[in-house]
């Protein structure tokens, strides 16, 4: 997957934000589709099948809640994951959006750095899901869905062999230190919950199935592993594999700073380092070719 190859539906009722977003998600290499409206949302969503969807909540005759809502109903119900646009920002209305079947939000006015990290890692996430879809996955990537609980509703053969459950993980719970991080991706945006390292196992939030169930990548090791890789396949210092493993988590060039206790200018230094080295020109590029890598790099389940 290129940022090329990634079709995004922006729906939204004002001209001039359109354009500002439109302008740049083109200017990150995807291509970008439109609608004024609920309808035309339905419309270009059954015909053009985007990868992913943003949104604004606040539209007349059909807001976005009710949009998707039918976007994620029905036999043409729509797997790309759905980002709000919103102005609200009480919680009571960003649960809702939760519960209509969105997977994160951005507040308006729109910060461009932040919308394109939100897009790069539920690009990646949607992927994710996809290549695991159902419970067969044969290429031993280890997914599984649990309820709020912490109960396992489904997994790949990879994920029973690295949970260990006997006769399967369908049933299971999750070691009990994964029960706070679970309830808290059960009721924040994706990219709020952060990826967890638990009882030898790291856990990463995709996002959520049709039925509301939470999707969750697991593999054995912590970052540290993850880290090692990145420095070895590419020839980055510590701190450039760190801001790149963030990158992949759908971070801005400011979360990653706070996150590693740096300023934002050493981390925009590490992430020109990190484009030059890995040979591309934009952060979604390079996120996406260190997901890549780290799939096949990290030991089978």
């Known amino acids: 997957m290129n940022p090329q190859d990634l079709i995004v539906l922006v729906v939204d009722d004002d001209p001039t934000a359109l354009n500002a977003i439109c302008m740049a998600l083109e200017e990150a290499g ?7 409206d609920g309808a ?3 419309d270009l969503a059954a015909r053009m099948a985007p990868d992913l969807v943003l949104l604004d909540a606040v539209m007349p005759v059909m807001d976005g809640f009710e949009t998707c809502r039918r976007l994620k109903s029905g036999p043409q119900a729509v797997d790309a ?25 951005v507040v308006k006015p729109i910060n461009h750095e932040v919308l394109l990290a939100r897009i790069t890692v539920h ?3 949607a992927r994710r899901m ?7 996955d044969q290429a031993g990537r280890p997914v599984l869905a649990v309820e709020a609980d912490g109960r ?8 029973v062999r690295l949970l260990a459950r006997d006769g399967g993980a369908a049933g299971a719970l999750l070691p009990a230190p994964a029960g706070p991080w679970i309830s808290a991706a059960a009721t924040r945006p994706v990219s709020e919950v952060q990826p967890l390292n638990c009882d030898g196992m790291r856990l990463t939030c995709l996002g959520r199935g049709r039925r509301g169930e939470i999707i969750i990548q697991a593999h054995a090791g912590d970052e540290g592993d993850d880290i090692a890789r990145l420095q070895q396949r590419f020839g980055l210092t510590g701190r450039e594999a760190e801001a790149l493993l963030w990158l992949t988590a759908g971070k801005t060039n400011q979360e990653i ?3 590693l206790g740096l300023s934002r200018r050493t981390v925009d230094k590490h992430l020109e380092q990190v484009l030059e080295k890995l040979g591309v020109d934009n ?3 390079a996120a996406i070719v260190a997901d890549r890598f780290l799939e096949h790099a990290r030991p089978p389940a």
Not at 152 to 159: D, F, K, L, N, S
């Open 123 to 125: 690009a990646l996430n």
């Open 257 to 259: 700073a706070e996150n």
């Open 283 to 285: 952060r979604t590029a």
């Open 30 to 36: 995807c291509v970008a589709i439109v609608a004024r």
């Open 130 to 136: 996809r290549l695991a879809s159902g419970a067969l």
């Open 152 to 159: 396992v509703v489904w997994a790949t053969p990879g994920a």
């Open 81 to 105: 994951p759905v980002i709000f646009m919103t102005g609200l920002g009480d919680p009571a209305d960003v649960l809702r959006g939760l519960e209509a079947g969105g997977v994160d939000y």
């Open 40 to 42: 035309g949302a339905l």
